[in-house]
């Protein structure tokens, strides 16, 4: 079983809407988790980092399920700008990275 | 503004051939790594360092060794290149437990 498993999408979802996508992990020693972005043919970048008790940043919700080891990512009224590759990420000794969900946001 | 810079954009060689993908980093970041992406996959760990002439194996460093002679360069090895190891490669460096900063990555092809 892969360390960190997402859906690859691609999730295709109209400007507004809401689209929310989760991440499961297989190592209940990960310490710390985050959601990277990543353009199409650019380097990863930090979005946010994910709290136990889940946080807010803008349009942008995330959430941290310990007990059935997953992460989601929820993004509110979508923007044309908000397409890209969300790489889901843990910590333990190391960082892991998922392989990706893809949100494509459509006129 | 943090600056990861990776000496090629896109790199071509031939099997068999050495190969050597330079990353320079320019805010004193202690950790440095070497990732590699595929269609997929996602990132996977190939070496990892967290001081000068320190190196630790990632999840794939068969085929790869790497160099810390200096804080700022980690360089990654391909001591005999194959098709296999044509991929999109990503330096990133960090201070302890904070987050990544990424080059804009080396397109490696092996022919």
């Known amino acids: 079983r892969k360390e960190v498993e997402q859906d690859p999408g691609p999730f295709n979802v109209p400007e507004g809407a809401t689209v929310a996508f989760n991440c499961t992990y297989s190592?209940?020693?990960?310490?710390?988790f985050f959601w990277y972005r990543q353009d199409c043919r650019k380097e990863p970048k930090l979005l946010m980092s994910v709290y136990s008790s889940g946080n807010e940043d803008g349009r942008f919700t995330a959430q941290l399920n310990r007990a059935s080891q997953y992460i989601s990512l929820l993004i509110r009224d979508s923007k044309l700008s908000d397409s890209a590759t969300y790489l889901c990420?843990?910590?333990?000794?190391?960082?892991?990275f998922g392989a990706g969900t893809t949100v494509t946001v459509r006129a | 503004d943090v600056k990861v810079t990776q000496s090629s954009r896109y790199l071509v060689k031939r099997t068999g051939e050495k190969v050597f993908l330079e990353c320079v980093q320019d805010m004193d970041h202690e950790n440095m790594f070497w990732y590699r992406q595929d269609p997929g996959l996602g990132l996977r760990l190939i070496y990892f360092s967290y001081d000068v002439k320190m190196k630790e194996k990632g999840d794939i460093p068969e085929g790869y060794s790497v160099s810390r002679e200096k804080k700022e360069r980690f360089s990654l090895i391909l001591e005999s290149a194959s098709t296999n190891q044509t991929s999109m490669y990503l330096c990133?460096?960090?201070?302890?437990?904070?987050?990544?900063?990424f080059g804009s990555g080396t397109q490696l092809s092996v022919l």
């Open positions: 990133a460096s960090s201070r302890n437990n904070e987050k990544l900063f």
């Open positions: 990420v843990l910590r333990d000794y190391k960082l892991s």
């Open positions: 190592n209940s020693a990960s310490q710390s």
